[in-house]
C-alpha cells in the first residue's frame, strides 16, 4: 500500500527527471552534437569519430576516438594535422588531448569568436583516408 510519503518521493523523482531532460536539451540543442566517423577496421585503416562536446568562453571541444588493428595512434600529430573550417577561416587547434595506441580517446580545442553552427573538421595523413572531412551544417 502506498503512503503519502512514497507518492511525494515518486512525484519528485519524475518531476526531477523531467526537469534534467529539459535542462540537457536546453543546453544541447544550441551545438549539433552529431557523431560522424570515418575508416574501417581494414589492415592499415583507422577509425576516426568526432563529437562536438561544448561551447564555452569563446572555445569549441570536440570530442575524438581513434581505433585501429594496426597503427600507433601516437604517431599522429593532432594538432598540425587537424583544421576547422568556418566562416571562410581554418582554424587550428589550440589544445589537443589524446592517446596513443590502438585506441585512443580525447579532446580537440579551437578559440572562435561565436558558436558555430555549421563547420567542418578536416584531418590529413592518417591512413588509409589521406583526407578525412566531418561537416556539420
Do not use: C
Not at 14 to 43: E, H, P, Q, R
Not at 56 to 82: V, Y
Request: net charge positive; glycine share 10%.
Amino acid at each position: 500500500m502506498f503512503n503519502k510519503t512514497k507518492i511525494a518521493v515518486f512525484v519528485l523523482s519524475i518531476a526531477m527527471g523531467l526537469a534534467a531532460v529539459a535542462l540537457i536539451a536546453t543546453f544541447s540543442s544550441a551545438l549539433n552534437t552529431k557523431a560522424i566517423s570515418t575508416g574501417s577496421y581494414d589492415s592499415g585503416d583507422v577509425i576516426v569519430e568526432l563529437i562536438p562536446a561544448s561551447y564555452k568562453d569563446g572555445k569549441l571541444t570536440i570530442n575524438i576516438s581513434m581505433n585501429t588493428h594496426t597503427q600507433n595512434l601516437g604517431q599522429f600529430d593532432l594538432a598540425e594535422i587537424t583544421g576547422l573550417q568556418y566562416k571562410g577561416k581554418t582554424y587550428r587547434p589550440v589544445k589537443v588531448r589524446g592517446g596513443g595506441g590502438h585506441h585512443a580517446y580525447g579532446r580537440i580545442v579551437f578559440e572562435l569568436e561565436e558558436e558555430p553552427k555549421e563547420f567542418t573538421i578536416t584531418i590529413t595523413g592518417i591512413p588509409m583516408v589521406q583526407k578525412r572531412v566531418f561537416k556539420w551544417n
